[in-house]
């Protein structure tokens, strides 16, 4: 059962244009979330983070936020740029839905963003 | 400059044969994971070490096996006992066990001949 979904596989945006990525989870135990760029045949680049007590983290062009009551949370990269185009995963950690810390990350299948000049 | 480096970028093995593939790190983390990604997958969680001398299985153990004997280094070995070990692996460190930003290498490529 996939504990964080990225129901969209893949996303175009216009260069300058707002690129939004979203992300949806089912643990409600999960306390800390992550975003993480990919480009083919190399590893996951770190982001942003975001822990459950705040709503809204920023860091240059990139946005997360967090609506816990949703189980929802979302990538907004503004301006978007065509250096931007990549696989992006979501992820997630937090006290396992059996009891018990786990901070082990579980992460989502990842959009592919795709930023046309 | 500090990272993470995994050798070699792509591995080729023959059937029923093991083979280890190499994840070093000089970036003073404690915590260290190998990970394992499939074509239109996530990455699923095959190891983890929290310190030295200390590690866990993931999700997807079985067929595996893994050694942290220095803080530096996370080899994996891929045993004859996975039956389907085509992928890319991932190893990962973070500064502590926790919730913190994992640090990915390049990946290595495995291949079955």
């Not at chain 2, 093991?18 to 003073?28: D, H, K, R, Y």
Request: charged residues 20%; glycine residues 8%; contains cysteine.
């Amino acid at each position: 059962d996939q504990q964080v979904k990225q129901n969209s596989p893949s996303l175009s945006v216009q260069e300058g244009r707002i690129s939004i990525l979203n992300c949806d989870y089912t643990n409600s135990m999960f306390d800390y979330f992550l975003w993480y760029k990919k480009y083919p045949a190399e590893g996951p680049t770190f982001l942003i983070s975001i822990s459950s007590i705040k709503d809204k983290n920023e860091d240059g062009r990139f946005t997360v936020f967090l609506n816990k009551s949703a189980k929802h949370l979302s990538l907004h990269i503004v301006p978007s740029q065509p250096g931007d185009s990549a696989v992006y995963f979501c992820a997630a950690s937090g006290w396992s839905e059996s009891g018990g810390s786990n901070y082990k990350l579980t992460f989502g299948k990842g959009t592919l963003l795709t930023v046309n000049p | 400059d500090g990272g993470i480096t995994q050798s070699p970028k792509y591995l080729f093995r023959k059937e029923g044969q093991n083979v280890t593939l190499s994840c070093e790190q000089n970036l003073n983390h404690d915590a260290m994971y190998w990970y394992r990604q499939d074509p239109g997958q996530g990455l699923r969680l095959i190891y983890y070490s929290q310190i030295v001398n200390d590690f866990q299985k993931g999700d997807i153990a079985e067929g595996y096996s893994v050694s942290r004997e220095k803080k530096e280094s996370f080899p994996l070995t891929v045993t004859s006992a996975q039956k389907n070990p085509t992928a890319f692996y991932l190893c990962a460190s973070s500064i502590q066990w926790g919730n913190q930003p994992q640090h990915f290498g390049d990946g290595t490529r495995l291949s079955i001949l």
